[in-house]
């Protein structure tokens, strides 16, 4: 009954491949996220999608791709890996408005390495 | 743009012992949320507390509690009687109060040691 689960959790593949990571959650959140933990633990966000409609797009290469096919499940296509993509990759979800802080929780993490 | 500062990368503290842990942040907002979360070695991102702005009372979470100064913008954490299964890293994130602003800005993070 895990809450917010992504797969694979890890990922280790060649400069230039393509690839994705999938994430799903299952608290009837409408808004998810995708987060990039870098190599010194710093966690920024990269995009988020609220009702499958995209609402922050941070500036990344356009080899990142999300798509929320419901909002219920995020999944981060990266095309033409580089060197520089390998991290750790978190989806989050959360219930946006509702008058209440709206927490965010985390998937188990993606480590992505690109060799 | 908001940010947010950890200024102790690394701390430690006995077994049982109190700690506390700096976070300031940086804002033009009246409105917003702070929390704190822990990542184990499992690097599993882990809630630990969180405060809305707009409350003057500090929040508790069992052993951890945070002392809040909106006007001095910081939100330090505060762990009483550590326990082992406390070493982790914490992180301090802001988020806007804004339904737009839904982003979470973390600091840097501080890497807690728990000597038995």
């Known amino acids: 009954d895990t809450a917010v689960s992504q797969t694979p959790k890890y990922l280790v593949t060649q400069m230039g491949n393509d690839k994705s990571i999938k994430c799903e959650q299952n608290?009837?959140?409408?808004?998810m996220y995708w987060y990039k933990q870098d190599s010194k633990k710093f966690l920024k966000i990269m995009f988020s999608y609220n009702n499958k409609e995209l609402i922050i797009n941070e500036t990344v290469p356009n080899r990142f791709s999300p798509k929320s096919p419901d909002k219920a499940h995020l999944n981060l296509h990266i095309n033409s890996l580089e060197l520089g993509d390998s991290a750790v990759y978190f989806c989050?979800?959360?219930?946006?408005?509702?008058?209440?802080?709206?927490?965010?929780?985390f998937g188990p993490g993606t480590r992505l390495t690109v060799l | 743009a908001q940010t947010v500062t950890q200024s102790q990368p690394e701390m430690s503290v006995q077994e049982a012992e109190t700690v506390t842990l700096s976070c300031t942040y940086d804002t033009s907002e009246s409105d917003y949320y702070l929390f704190w979360y822990k990542q184990p070695p499992s690097r599993q991102m882990i809630l630990v507390i969180r405060?809305?702005?707009?409350?003057?009372q500090n929040a508790t979470e069992n052993r951890f509690s945070v002392n809040f100064q909106k006007a001095a913008k910081s939100f330090s954490l505060k762990i009483s009687d550590s326990q082992l299964g406390d070493a982790a890293m914490y992180f301090c994130?802001?988020?806007?109060?804004?339904?737009?602003?839904?982003?979470?800005?973390f600091g840097e993070g501080t890497q807690l040691t728990v000597n038995p």
């Open positions: 989050a979800s959360s219930q946006l408005g509702g008058g209440a802080p709206d927490t965010q929780y």
């Open positions: 608290l009837g959140h409408d808004t």
């Open positions: 994130a802001y988020r806007s109060g804004s339904v737009s602003g839904s982003r979470l800005t």
């Open positions: 405060q809305e702005a707009y409350k003057q």
